[in-house]
């Protein structure tokens, strides 16, 4: 298995918090993603990086913002989490662009 | 219509039957294509990459059909491990890769 890690695993917190997720990789992967799953919808693209500084949107992504200052670290802001923004959250990494290898998730309930 | 579309199922079928998913994608620039799996409440995880050829592993076979813009897979002697969603993906050479909703298998005794 790819080396991917994500935390936290489980969060719940107030509308209106600010919430930052971590993806770890290992693997020295140039490209990492952020998804979020919710019924009905499938996989739907946050925001991505191609680079340590590169980062671009998604189709969902406001409301969120990222930052990758190091080739393994991608994380995911919430500024201020709205119930909206209940979810299932991978991180997916891919060398290529091609095929992607996904972190475990986070499950983010807002209260 | 959405750029990558599957049925989403269920398909309910027995132990040891064959079972196929048909996966549409509308961007006909698109170059490469592959099939996830997603068991519940676990991450997406490759199954397979999908060849212009049509590729084999073991009891999976994915083919592409360039002409009509589908990918198909085929699931050969059905177990119930296979129960799962399948995801299909579709690339266009870009940073993106799209993906379908899924398509859920369920097999039972």
Known sequence: DAGITQSPRHKVTETGTPVTLRCHQTENHRYMYWYRQDPGHGLRLIHYSYGVKDTDKGEVSDGYSVSRSKTEDFLLTLESATSSQTSVYFCAISAEAETQYFGPGTRLLVL | ?109
């Open chain 2, 1 to 109: 219509r959405k750029e990558v579309e599957q049925d989403p199922g269920p398909f309910n079928v027995p132990e040891g039957a064959t079972v196929a998913f048909n996966c549409t994608y509308s961007n006909s620039a698109s170059q490469s294509f592959f099939w996830y799996r997603q068991d519940c409440r676990k991450e997406p995880k490759l199954l397979m990459s999908v060849y212009s050829s049509g590729n084999e592993d073991g009891r999976f076979t994915a083919q592409l059909n360039r002409a009509s813009q589908y990918i198909s897979l085929l699931i050969r002697d059905s177990k119930l491990s296979d129960s799962a969603t399948y995801l299909c993906v579709v690339n266009r050479r870009s940073y993106i890769p799209t993906f379908g909703r899924g398509t859920s298998l369920i097999v039972h005794p």
